[in-house]
């Protein structure tokens, strides 16, 4: 092999408190998946977001907790339709997120806000009418600025 | 809505080099899809990862470049099979990675290695005989521990 597939088949975050981490995806309505001991799993579609303790998480990498942190990410929920946006964002919020950004319209035409989970990670709720999702919940760039997409 | 849809629909990476950061992932091989302008995107399977300016990334959530890096987040590329991690691996070392851990097995069963692309998002290259890919790459935990799960 000369480089590396174009996947990513898990996302993991590291988390301070496992129970509570789970616990605030639980309340917006996921669903655990079968995991090894010590992991909270959640299947998505293509692949797996992952708890895991921080502990555990920064001696597998070999680097000192100190050293996480690394990089800016967010995590994006897309939805089918703008007014969906705000009442994933409520949900957050009673889950215990802080909201960052409420629902707004953006410059390049879409929905979105913000929420910082109590475990860190940032996510994005959006709607973008330029990429409908597929009707698994599928999201791809593939088509985007494509006129003949549907919905575009 | 009284949750939010158990899917992740985009993962941003905040860089801060556009270019230097999409040139490590197309020396990985990869291959970027229409965006728009300013962002550049690899569709994955499911999903995208979007490469994104750090001060835009920063002003879009409405926080301080000084303020990011929250949570501890790995992404992971599963192979096919064992000996093919370290090929990943040295892949991502010429494509600029720094080697964070070497292709090792793990008390799990596994064979993982771990790197830290140049712009400090840390990827888990893996095998893992217990959660073999779909045809089309897909990776779930679904059939974690199922005795009748193939190849496990």
């Not at 992991?39 to 990498?61: K, N, R, W």
């Not at 800016?72 to 215990?96: D, I």
Request: aromatic content about 10%.
């Amino acid at each position: 092999m000369s480089g590396m597939d174009q996947r990513i088949s898990v996302i993991t975050l590291g988390v301070a408190d496992l129970a509570a981490a789970a616990g605030f995806y639980e309340a917006l309505g996921w669903r655990r998946t079968p995991a090894p001991e010590g992991v909270v799993a959640f299947d998505l579609i293509g692949q797996t977001l992952a708890l895991y303790p921080l502990a555990s998480f920064a001696e597998d990498i070999g680097l000192p907790v100190s050293e996480l942190g690394h990089g800016a990410v967010t995590l994006a929920c897309n939805c089918r339709a703008k007014q969906e946006v705000a009442g994933v964002l409520a949900a957050a919020r009673r889950a215990g997120a802080e909201i960052l950004r409420p629902a707004a319209d953006v410059v390049w035409g879409g929905h979105v806000g913000y929420f910082h989970a109590p475990h860190g990670v940032i996510w994005e709720v959006a709607f973008n009418p330029f990429a409908p999702l597929a009707p698994d919940g599928a999201f791809r760039w593939a088509g985007y600025g494509d006129p003949d997409a549907p919905d575009a």
